[in-house]
């Protein structure tokens, strides 16, 4: 009877921990400024696409073709609300653009969709190429497949490399330290210009 009595015990408790955990988290509450199908993309283009889309090299590194990403930013996400406690990026992410929907990407650039795309197997990301941390729209003009290298640890994966941009540059936006547009423009242009530094910042830890 006591290892029964312990058993109702501990399970009480645990549902009580996980109940005041979610109670905790709450529900997601972004600021009513958002739009979240804005969308000002950083060049006119037809999607689909009548032509391949072809991903180029830039410092030994992954960009996007501009003539089918151009990259794209959600005007309403200001750097007010980049600095706002309730912004989160599930505020925009597969707001705007289905998941499912993004996947047609693979079909632009003529690649593979891999199979167990996930945790220490995953290969490829459809990456907003103007992250959501510094507005980026949750739309197929700023959408593309970002892949490889083969044979890499997931740290090293051009995908890993690329939110180190992003966290980087999202912490000298908050900070004041460069100018959003800036950012954005930069980031849609080539993502690779900014690794050396980012790297440096945020190995010192300075990317929080």
């Given at each position: ?8 015990a ?5 549902f ?9 988290a ?15 993309p ?17 410092n ?5 073709d ?13 750097l ?7 912004f ?14 993004k ?62 941009v ?21 980031i ?21």
């Amino acid at each position: 009877m006591r290892q029964l009595r312990q058993a109702v015990a501990i399970g009480l408790l645990g549902f009580a921990l996980t109940a005041t955990s979610a109670y905790a988290a709450g529900p997601l509450q972004c600021p009513k400024s958002i739009d979240m199908k804005a969308d000002s993309p950083f060049g006119t283009v037809d999607l689909p696409p009548a032509q391949n889309c072809a991903v180029r090299m830039s410092n030994g590194l992954p960009i996007p073709d501009p003539s089918c990403t151009p990259g794209a930013i959600n005007h309403t996400v200001t750097l007010d609300t980049l600095r706002n406690p309730k912004f989160r990026t599930a505020c925009l992410r597969d707001r705007a653009t289905s998941a499912a929907t993004k996947a047609k990407t693979y079909n632009w650039y003529k690649i593979k969709h891999p199979t167990q795309n996930t945790g220490l197997t995953m290969t490829c990301e459809l990456d907003h190429l103007v992250s959501i941390e510094l507005g980026g729209a949750d739309s197929l003009d700023n959408i593309w497949p970002q892949c490889g290298p083969p044979r890499k640890a997931l740290a090293a994966r051009y995908f890993k490399q690329k939110d180190t941009v992003e966290d980087y540059l999202a912490m000298l936006v908050r900070e004041g330290k460069m100018d959003l547009a800036k950012a954005q423009e930069g980031i849609a242009t080539d993502w690779t210009q900014f690794l050396d530094e980012a790297k440096k910042a945020c190995q010192a830890g300075k990317c929080k």
